[in-house]
């Protein structure tokens, strides 16, 4: 079982940042695959980031340039930095775990981007 909590959200002008954090429960989050996924109200969930084990990260096309991906294995901790945040951004963020064929989420931490 894998508990994430996850932190950082808040309310921002277009063109600021946040950084959102995610800790994972537990002595096996070195070989997690990590996830930072959003939902716009009204729209489906959607992943936003993901960085594997080995540290190999992909991102959604809509926040390439924008959004870093980052693990610190020692703190058990994913980091989403976003910068040049866009009205569009606006959702709950959710982070994920893989492991042993499951996908663990957290309770989600709220992003609100004014224009």
């Known amino acids: 079982q894998v508990q994430l909590v996850e932190s950082g959200g808040g309310l921002v002008q277009a063109g600021g940042s946040l950084r959102l954090s995610c800790v994972a429960s537990?002595?096996?989050?070195?070989?997690?695959?990590m996830g930072w996924h959003r939902q716009a109200p009204g729209k489906q969930r959607e992943l936003v980031a993901a960085?594997?084990?080995?540290?190999?990260?992909n991102y959604a096309e809509s926040v390439k340039g924008r959004f870093t991906i980052s693990r610190d294995d020692a703190k058990n901790t994913v980091y989403l930095q976003m910068n040049s945040l866009k009205s569009e951004d606006t959702a709950v963020y959710y982070c994920?775990?893989?492991?042993?064929?499951?996908?663990?989420w957290g309770q989600g931490t709220q992003v609100t981007v004014s224009s």
């Open positions: 537990g002595k096996i989050f070195s070989i997690l695959g």
């Open positions: 994920s775990a893989d492991w042993s064929y499951s996908r663990y």
């Open positions: 960085i594997n084990s080995g540290g190999s990260r």
